[in-house]
């Protein structure tokens, strides 16, 4: 488990009974907007901040954005952005950060954050994650269908698996709030996951974050075009 300021995070989340989450997508080191994304999930009295990976690569502060995570005592995972810059590959990338000119405190945040993480909510656990599940190039989309439901090894585990109510991810920086049937991904069986996606921070993917309440039982994106204000943008009720 990760907790940030090195807390017992299932002790934390109890503690706290969290029922209204601010989350973030791919960061991709926007250190602007991801404080204004922080401010607001503050002013909103947000329980908890989560993030889904990719804090790297991109123009912006990379180092001041994990010292603003810290501080939110933020929970997250990696994505496959700081596998690259943990590997050394992959640096051609254009924004690329690499793990020589970073502090090294910051280095080891990268390398303790995990592939997965299950968050407790009213809805159920929680799989929170940057593609699905373990898999971190994953994609899964608003509009997959069929095979592409069918083909995609990831989500058929989770959904055989069968352990949790609902999967938080990222990767494709698209924005999506979805329920996942079994019969249509394992061809049989009546249980179903919702899937989330908060889009991500990046100026150049309609950049954005949202807030999951569950008092509500909605997510309510927030746009982020401008760098230094949250915009209320739509409200989507969770199936």
């Given at each position: 488990m990760l907790m940030l300021d090195g807390a017992k995070l299932s002790d934390t989340l109890l503690r706290m009974n969290a029922t209204r989450f601010g989350v973030l997508g791919d960061i991709h080191a926007e250190d602007e907007r991801l404080a204004t994304a922080l401010v607001l999930f503050a002013a909103q009295r947000c329980d908890q901040v989560l993030f889904v990976g990719d804090i790297v690569d991109g123009p912006g502060d990379v180092e001041r954005c994990v010292t603003m995570l810290r501080v939110a005592k933020a929970i997250g995972v990696r994505g496959n952005h700081e596998r690259w810059l943990l590997d050394d590959t992959m640096r051609t990338l254009r924004h690329a950060h690499h793990r020589h000119a970073l502090l090294m405190t910051n280095v080891e945040f990268f390398e303790a954050l995990p592939a997965t993480h299950t968050i407790t909510t009213p809805r159920g656990p929680m799989l929170l994650c940057h593609g699905v599940a373990d898999d971190d190039m994953q994609r899964l989309r608003e509009h997959d269908e069929g095979y592409a439901l069918q083909s995609?090894?990831?989500?058929?585990?989770?959904?055989?698996?069968?352990?949790?109510?609902?999967?938080?991810?990222?990767?494709?920086?698209?924005?999506?709030?979805?329920?996942?049937?079994?019969?249509?991904?394992?061809?049989?069986?009546?249980?179903?996951?919702i899937y989330l996606n908060p889009g991500t921070l990046a100026r150049h993917d309609t950049p954005c974050c949202a807030i999951l309440d569950f008092a509500d039982d909605a997510m309510q994106y927030y746009e982020l075009e401008q760098a230094d204000r949250a915009a209320p943008s739509e409200r989507v009720p969770l199936p």
């Open positions: 995609n090894t990831a989500l058929v585990g989770v959904m055989r698996a069968a352990q949790h109510a609902l999967l938080l991810g990222g990767h494709t920086h698209q924005r999506t709030v979805r329920r996942f049937h079994a019969n249509d991904v394992l061809g049989r069986g009546t249980s179903s996951l």
